[in-house]
């Protein structure tokens, strides 16, 4: 996706980008890789975008938010179609602390349409200027 190419110069954040598009077919691509920022904090990032027309659309992803050996948070389109809390973004939603693994909550800024990772930049930014947040605030 064409945002994967500006990001080191849309966010000055970004120390070091190792993020990489790998072709798996004719209309099918992986996004794989991860961004480091200031003070250990890093997004491990999984996409996998379909490119048969444009604008291209992201089929599932899965983005990681760390600070050094800590997953603060993540998101990722994983259906739980039996949660009636997450069905307003649904498949869309977050992990969060306490719990991560099983406290979920929607996230109205990821999409397929469109791209996410200015959205999850933008989370760690905050956190970055906020020192001490509470994660459920972000």
């Given at each position: 996706?064409?945002?994967?190419?500006?990001?080191?110069?849309q966010f000055s954040s970004i120390l070091v980008s190792t993020l990489v598009f790998e072709r798996r077919g004719a209309t099918l691509a992986r996004v794989a890789g991860q961004?480091?920022?200031?003070?250990?904090?890093?997004?491990?990032?999984?996409?996998?975008?379909?490119?048969?027309?444009?604008?291209?659309?992201?089929?599932?992803?899965?983005?990681?938010?760390?600070?050094?050996?800590?997953?603060?948070?993540?998101?990722?389109?994983?259906?739980?179609?039996?949660?009636?809390?997450?069905?307003?973004?649904?498949?869309?939603?977050?992990?969060?602390?306490?719990?991560?693994?099983?406290?979920?909550?929607?996230?109205?800024?990821?999409?397929?349409?469109?791209?996410?990772?200015?959205?999850?930049?933008?989370?760690?930014?905050?956190?970055?200027?906020?020192?001490?947040?509470?994660?459920?605030?972000?």
């Amino acid at each position: 996706m064409s945002s994967l190419c500006i990001l080191p110069e849309q966010f000055s954040s970004i120390l070091v980008s190792t993020l990489v598009f790998e072709r798996r077919g004719a209309t099918l691509a992986r996004v794989a890789g991860q961004l480091t920022l200031d003070r250990g904090y890093r997004i491990v990032v999984r996409e996998r975008v379909l490119f048969d027309r444009l604008p291209a659309l992201i089929e599932w992803y899965g983005y990681e938010v760390w600070q050094g050996e800590e997953k603060l948070l993540w998101y990722d389109s994983q259906p739980h179609p039996d949660d009636p809390r997450l069905q307003s973004t649904h498949p869309h939603h977050k992990h969060i602390p306490p719990e991560i693994k099983h406290n979920r909550i929607p996230a109205p800024t990821m999409s397929f349409t469109h791209p996410n990772l200015p959205a999850v930049i933008r989370e760690v930014e905050v956190m970055l200027a906020i020192s001490g947040s509470d994660l459920r605030a972000v």
